[in-house]
């Protein structure tokens, strides 16, 4: 591929007058670029797999709105369905049939879900479940996972991965250490420490909450007996198991997670794809456990825009195109095809990266590896990954500009697509 220089004077315009208006110029930290020490370009439109800046530049992308887009950007069966609800209105904050439809097709196809509550982002849902795991259990204590993330609300702003670890605060100022104290935090994949925190908290943990294929501290697998052994351990201490599924639900499987790895958690997180790119979060599982929800229940819960026709709508589209036959095949050879390539270019230009794909979630660390927990992240070269970043981007391949996010492929890549991106990562990988 022929390396041309990209012109971004626009997005530089733009990004330096948005910094005088929002803290940083943007409205969530890791699309600043600080990570990768770069300029963030400006998006103008998108279609497919691509995205277009404010400066005309077309790069294939493997972010895909942090996930949303598994079908592909702007696709025309979803903004058409989208201008059919337009005509109904934008907003209705009251019951309408449409949740009716995208709560039916999350309870079938989700294992841990009999009862779902809409709410409009993933931090909601997991601030949510956060409560309802205490109420339910009538104890305070939670157990997490260094590494992951389960959006901004204070207590689970302890050891987090994504844009925390981006910017390196190791926990955010304006978090109590009264709501911190009742957090507990253990490496992923090391049953053997959270065993020891329920022995060392008899009858005190609520739940543990876990991202089961990480996603916020990079692309991080679970071993082969990890979730088992949370399912197991839970059970045997009368405490709730919670899958956030934010990224994985409908990505890694139509079922996610736990219809990937066969394992039942009592309640699941998700958000993302569900929206089909609009503003979207969920949670659900046992009846008995949903039905203390209010008005139900006593644990109080509400949303004006949850439930908004407009996402509904998108999420319904979203759930029926990938219904469709050979849609999770299609998105695992074509990632497993990239990632397995991008391997062998590293090795053969001298480079220490591991990575790997499930479905199409994915992700690379410069990094002799294995990486198994957040740990074995931060042992990553962030300098050599900010070049590739770089590297790649001035190619017109725009991936998550941080070594802790994971990628993301779509339906709409092809395999040109992934040939393009191929060539750019030797030519890149080649210089470094």
Known sequence: MVHTTIRTTQSEQIFTAAQKLMPGGVSSPVRAFKSVKGQPIVFDRVEGA????VDGNRY????????????????????????EALEKGTSFGAPSVLENVLASMVINAVPSIEMVRFVNSGTEACMAVLRLMRAFTGREK???????????????????????????????????????????????????????????????IAGVIVEPVVGNAGFITPDPMFLQGLRALTQEHGALLVFDEVMTGFRIAYGGAQEKFGVTP??????????????????GGRLDI?????????VYQAGTLSGNPLAMTAGIKTLELLQKPGTYEYLDHITKKLVNRLLQIAEETGHA?????????????????????????????LVKFSHFHHGMLERGVYLPPS??????????????????????????????
């Open 50 to 53: 691509y995205i277009w800046d």
């Open 403 to 432: 070594q802790f996010e994971a990628w993301f492929s779509c339906l709409a890549h092809t395999e040109e697509d992934i040939g393009q991106t191929l060539a750019a990562a030797w030519d890149v990988l080649s210089s470094i």
């Open 142 to 204: 939670i157990v997490k996972f260094e590494g992951c993330y389960h959006g901004h609300a204070d207590a689970f702003l302890v050891k987090a991965g994504s844009g925390v670890a981006t910017l390196s605060l190791p926990d955010s100022p304006g978090v109590p250490k009264s709501v911190t104290n009742n957090i507990l935090v253990a490496p992923f994949n090391d049953i053997t420490a959270v065993k020891a925190l329920f022995e060392e908290n008899p009858e005190e």
């Open 60 to 83: 294939i992308d493997y972010v895909g709105s942090w996930g949303p887009a598994i079908c592909g950007h702007a696709h025309p069966e979803v903004i058409g369905a989208l201008h």
């Open 290 to 298: 949903m039905s203390m929800v209010a008005p139900a229940g006593p």
């Open 266 to 283: 009592d309640l699941t997180t998700l958000g993302k794809i569900i929206g089909g790119g609009l503003p979207v979060g969920a949670y």
């Open 353 to 381: 990266v591991c990575g790997g794909n499930i479905s199409g979630m994915f992700g690379l660390f410069f990094n002799e590896g294995p990486v198994r927990n957040y740990k074995d992240a931060k042992k990553s070269d």
